[in-house]
């Protein structure tokens, strides 16, 4: 009694001993104190192996032909109680040669070394099909119209990740129809029975000529000198191994002057060239060319003779004609002639008389003879009326007479008369007027008239001048005078005049310079001359002293002028004239500044221009000139740029892209528009290089950047999903095919999901076989609204098309077969009535009821709002065949009674369970089959 055992080192009882070596320690102490210790070792060993879960797995062969696994991609769950210090798998890099299913080593060793194993399966799949690379060839046809080729006449190096096992074209042979550009399907199979295809073109084309066959014709001209010839007339046969596409001559048409000529050297040289033989007497030769379909040409020499047989039509016309001065009329054929012809042209025409006199007035029968080009000639006759209506020819001569002191003068026809003559005689001359008085001092014009032996009369006129010989009186001026603003001035006789007279009237006043300009500058003699009204004239010489006071008219014009490559432009004062003018002559100019340097880029520069003329009159006016800076002169060099493989991108600098660019006005800075670059500028990309001058000149260029993106990620990217169509058209449930295709190419490890995909497709019955409804009737309860009853009646088109294409797409079925026969609401409830037409089977339209059965939702189109519906709760009364439903939005509005009205027609449709009882499959005749479902 009142001993005691204690615990003073290890672990307590019901403690948990760590693997390895535990020792425990106790105290025995008794009553009277007295104590002893006692110690035990505990040994804990771990013998348990990891525990292994793997996965059988399967992985796809990379672009490379390479791929790996870790351990990460199997391992399901293996674990150790003391923990895993290691995992290991036996091959985890796989090539071309691994493809197909191979066993692999999973093994794990725990902290304390225990080791385990499993094996499992690899199925590695080989999923890139060769990468067909091909061009496009042309080949020709043989004699015979026929080639071929090979499929690796069109592989341009088709590569595969593992191996090509074979090849193979579309079309092999090629004939006379396949002339142009074919498509070809090259395909290429790799060793694992994946095949991939590329299109290119086959060029076909004949390069045979064909064989052009020739005769020589003669050809008589038509009545209108002219004759045609068609290909036919010349060809003999002419022929080609595909198909002659058309024949031609290089001449059809041929004219009187193809009649008479002979061959020239180039014509004969062509015959002999073309037919092997010398050319015989043809007066022409034409070519025969002939073209096959695909454009391949040919041709051949023949000679054609061109003769005319037909003789000229002779047509002549009376003619009147009237002796000449001499008695005498000439006529010739041409005067007869009244259109003989002949399509060859008449080379003669002769008249029996062409010549007559006096003794020949009357009528006269002559004959026209016409020969044309040919020696053809045709006759016919005329008559020549001859006649005299030549007047007398009246030569008179002027006079001039001084008036008799009296103041008279009589003149008679004879003293006018100078010779005039008639071929008849004449009988008699008179003068129209004989006296003459003061009054008709200067020239008298009257009329000489002479009269022949046949009646025939002329006049002419003659001028009698009556003199009055009495001179003016002069009295005239000195003059002083200055030019005007045009250099010139002009000189009037009235400037001179100071009272001069004349008994019978001053007529005209002249001067010898009627205009002085600036080379007559000083003292200038002026001849004075005044004539009176008999012609008398007076003259006299007087002094003008002319000055000059006008100065120059400066005109300038804005001028625009390049800096040179130093920074300066000069100019000169030609550069600011604009057309300076100065009437008597501009002796200097001169312009201000002359030197323009940088700085004066900055504005226009206003510079002064004068000019100074021959008498020393100065003139000055301003212009602007506009001095342009050409700016700095940008030279650069294209930069290649690798990205870098951990931040992807890369740093450029102006001095590597800059090749020493300079200004004229010196450079201020060179900048870059870009110096950092990315994955984003793959490939060919850009920076701008801007150099600025002094003056805050600018000049840029692009400059070429060529990032290489090697070392950049890019995703797989892929096409819309395509609807390929249902297997099957009518009839019953088809397979429903989608593919898409990649867009671009995944790089950097990543993959492609599957391409191909498909789903269950219902079709409705065949044209001709009976088919099937659903039709079904329900009501809801607890629904509340306010307003009077809605009926089917009073939804909008829109709004019945739209809730039937929501049910149609929900169902997988066509709009056409969806039928809303009656929806009416009350306070009480809502009743819909529904039919699914067009089902091909009783078991198709029990699948058409268990489809709406599935559904748990329907969303509805904007049009109807935007509401999803799903059902909360649902129970159905088999003796009332009625269900009660609770309906939720999954955005927070109110729907409107007309919405709601849709709303419970879908969910009505989607979610009534076990109404088969109230669903009747109601058969439709043939011929009377709705359209049919999509």
Known sequence: PGSSIARVAGIASGGVFDVGNTTQTYVATDSAGLSVNCSFTITVNDNEPPQMHVSNTAILLGINGFTSLTVGQVDTGTFDNCGIASKAISKANFTCSDVGIGQVNFSAVDVYGNTNFVTFSVNLTDPHPPVPRVRSIAVALNSSGRASIAASDV??????????????????????????????????????????????????????????????????????????????????????????????????????????????????????????????????????????????????????????????????????????????????????????????????????????????????????????????????????????????????QNITVALTSAGTLTVNAASVDNGSTDACGISSRSISKTSFLCADVGPNRVNLTVADVNGNTHSVPVVVTIQDSTVPTLNLQHLTLALNSSGAIGITPALFDAGSTDACGIAAWTVNTSLLGCSNIGVNYVQVTATDMSGNVATSVRTITLSDTTAPVVITRNITVTLNNSGQAHILPTDVDNGSTEACGIQSTSVSPQDLVCADSVAPKLVHLTVTDTSGNVNTADAYANVVNPGPVVLFKSVSLLLDNITYAKTITVSDVNNGSWAPCGVASVTLSKSLFNCSDSGPSFTTLIITDMVGKTTTAQVPVFVDSMNCSTPCNLSAWVNQGCSITCGGVGVRTFTRTVTVQPRGGNTCPALIRTEECVTPACPGAASYKVSTKFTFFGFTYSGSKRTIASWTAAQELQLKTDVANSLGVSVNDIVITSVTMTSAGVSVSVDITNIASPALATAAQNSINSLTGVQLSSSLGSYSLSMATASSSEASGTTQIELWPWMGIGLGVGILAIVLLIVALTHYKRRQQHTVFTPVAAGNVPRSMA
Do not use: W
């Not at 016309?317 to 259109?339: P, R």
């Open 155 to 396: 592989d341009n190096g088709s590569t595969d990740v593992c191996s090509i096992a074979s090849t193979v074209v579309s079309k092999t042979a090629y004939a006379c129809a396949d002339i142009g550009s074919q498509n070809v399907t090259f395909t290429a199979t790799n060793i694992f029975g994946l095949s991939s295809s590329a299109t290119t073109l086959v060029n076909v084309s004949d390069t045979i000529p064909p064989v052009v066959a020739v005769r020589d014709i003669t050809v008589n001209l038509h009545a209108n000198g002219t004759a045609m010839i068609l290909p036919s007339d010349i060809d003999s046969g002419t022929s080609d191994p595909c198909v002659v596409a058309s024949l031609s001559l290089d001449r059809t048409a041929f004219t009187c002057s193809d009649t008479k000529r002979t061959l020239n050297s180039t014509e004969t040289a062509a015959y002999l060239a073309s037919r092997g033989s010398a050319a015989g007497a043809f007066t022409n030769v034409v070519t025969l060319k002939a073209v096959d379909t695909p454009g391949n040409k040919a041709s051949k020499v023949a000679g054609v003779t061109v003769i005319d047989v037909t003789n000229p039509v002779a047509r002549a016309a009376n003619l009147n004609v009237s002796l000449n001065i001499s008695g005498l009329v000439s006529i010739s054929a041409h005067d007869i002639d009244s259109g003989s012809s002949d399509a060859c042209g008449l080379s003669a025409k002769v008249l029996s008389t062409q010549t007559f006199g006096c003794a020949a007035v009357g009528a006269n029968v002559i004959t026209l003879t016409v020969t044309d080009s040919n020696g053809n000639n045709d006759s016919t006759t005329a008559t020549v009326t001859v006649a005299d209506t030549i007047a007398p020819t009246v030569i008179a």
